[in-house]
């Protein structure tokens, strides 16, 4: 069973700072199956990246995803006070389907 | 506009059974696989099972084979999910989400808003 764990568990940053996030897999897994959620308190998630780096409908162009192998990154270039929320990794394979790193939480500062 | 509403929700005793709906709109349903997803108050995300469109395949987290059960009515566009046994670690919002359409790449691209099981005497 392939586990995503997910770093920091908490990042505390001040709006137009960058954001670095960090999802592990514990083995080397297809970029294709790693995506990127957000969610805001009270909000269901919100689908931002997918393939690892492709960014879905709408999302600005301040997200980007990037990694393979185990180690896969989402980076926002310039924080908007509206980023500040809970940030999944998630990952699909044949057999378990889907699996969620624990999360992020990006807090202001 | 593309829209998924669950219904359903509510206050069961543990062991008692509970049946969540999922109306879809805005899309062709049938072409589409469903899944669950929920929510325990606090914790993370727990994909809990998946139907594909025409329902040939379904698939189910390991904590509620045996006492969940998926199904979708295509000509109503509406997504189930009946639950039996249940137990308190049960409890969270639950939200139906769907299914990417592409056949290379793998997530959840529109999620209703969630509903809201308590297990509790």
């Known amino acids: 069973e392939i586990v995503l764990t997910q770093s920091p568990g908490t990042l505390s940053l001040s709006p137009g700072e960058r954001a670095t996030l960090s999802c592990r897999a514990s083995?080397?897994?297809?970029?294709?199956?790693l995506v990127w959620y957000q969610q805001k308190p009270g909000q269901a998630p919100r689908l931002l990246i997918y393939g690892a780096s492709s960014r879905a409908t709408g999302i600005p162009d301040r997200f980007s995803g990037s990694g393979s192998g185990t180690d896969f990154t989402l980076t926002i270039s310039r924080l908007e006070p509206e980023d500040f929320a809970v940030y999944y990794c998630?990952?699909?394979?044949?057999?378990?389907?889907?699996?969620f790193g624990q999360g992020t939480k990006l807090e202001i500062k | 506009e593309v829209q998924l509403v669950e219904s359903g929700g509510g206050l069961v005793q543990p062991g008692g059974s509970l049946r969540l709906s999922c109306a879809a709109s805005g899309f062709t349903f049938s072409t589409y696989s469903m899944n669950w997803v929920r929510q325990a108050p606090g914790k993370g995300l727990e994909w809990i099972s998946y139907?594909?469109?025409?329902?040939?395949?379904?698939y189910y987290t390991d904590s509620v084979k045996g006492r969940f059960t998926i199904s979708r009515d295509n000509a109503k566009s509406s997504l189930f999910l009946q639950m039996n046994s249940l137990r308190a670690e049960d409890t969270a919002v639950y939200y139906c989400?769907?299914?990417?359409?592409?056949?290379?790449?793998?997530?959840?691209?529109?999620w209703g808003k969630g509903i809201a099981v308590t297990v509790s005497s």
């Open positions: 989400a769907r299914d990417s359409p592409s056949y290379s790449y793998y997530y959840m691209d529109v």
């Open positions: 998630q990952h699909y394979d044949n057999s378990l389907m889907y699996t």
């Open positions: 083995q080397s897994i297809s970029s294709s199956s």
């Open positions: 139907i594909s469109g025409r329902s040939s395949s379904i």
